[in-house]
């Protein structure tokens, strides 16, 4: 069974700019999650998404956003690049059903790893 | 103060040494607590996974929760060189983990 792919794998933009990052989850998995990760802050929790709608939100401003499409893959997006955004954003796709997050289920791909100068 | 505390080390032990890594978290709402491995340029792997309090066995390691004291800690046995890695705690309530910051681990030969 083919794990988490992450679409690039090395993105470099400058401030101002925006950008979108993809994910495909696991085959049969509905839910998917993204994080931010840095060596300041650790992992930190944006978003998940379940059978195309955002059921949970991290603390983050409104210029992180995502979506969900019909076959679970998703995409975040950026918008107006920061150099604090310098970070590898992983995704997590998960076999969750609709009423729990299952964290011992949740697997993560090798993240999309942005540079913003 | 974050709610999931982890010294950052990083931790250097030598082949075959007991490894004990341990974080603390501050919500007593969380209810799941979890256990990860990243490897350089990769994405965390789950190792260990609990729920309430206990212990937990997976050849070698063990995972123990103390919820009266709020401490999480991961012990790993005859440590291996490949066991070399960042090591990221994480607990939480029904949706959303909390993560450490991570401990960096180096098993030399």
């Known amino acids: 069974k083919a794990g988490v792919t992450q679409t690039p794998r090395y993105l470099i933009k400058t401030r101002g700019q925006q950008v979108t990052l993809s994910c495909s989850p696991i085959?049969?998995?509905?839910?998917v999650s993204w994080y931010q990760q840095t060596p300041g802050q650790g992992l930190q929790f944006l978003f998940e998404y379940f059978s195309e709608t955002q059921r949970n939100k991290g603390n983050f401003p409104g210029r992180f956003s995502g979506r969900q499409f019909s076959n679970s893959r998703s995409e975040m997006n950026v918008s107006t690049l920061e150099l604090g955004d310098s970070a590898l954003y992983l995704c997590a796709s998960s076999a969750a059903g609709r009423e729990t997050f299952s964290y011992n289920e949740q697997f993560f791909g090798p993240g999309t790893r942005l540079t913003v100068l | 103060q974050k709610e999931v505390e982890q010294d950052p080390g990083p931790l250097s032990v030598p082949e075959g040494a007991i490894v004990s890594l341990n974080c603390t978290y501050s919500?007593?709402?969380?209810?799941?607590f979890m256990w990860y491995r990243q490897y350089s340029r990769k994405g965390p792997e789950l190792l260990m996974y609990t729920y309430s309090s206990g212990n937990k066995e997976d050849g070698r390691f063990t995972a123990q929760v103390d919820k009266s004291s709020k401490y999480i800690s991961l012990f790993i046995r005859d440590s291996q060189p490949s066991d070399s890695a960042t090591y990221l705690c994480a607990s939480g309530g029904s949706y959303i983990p909390t993560f450490g910051r991570g401990t960096s681990l180096i098993v030399h030969p």
């Open positions: 919500n007593s709402a969380f209810q799941y």
């Open positions: 085959s049969g998995h509905r839910s």
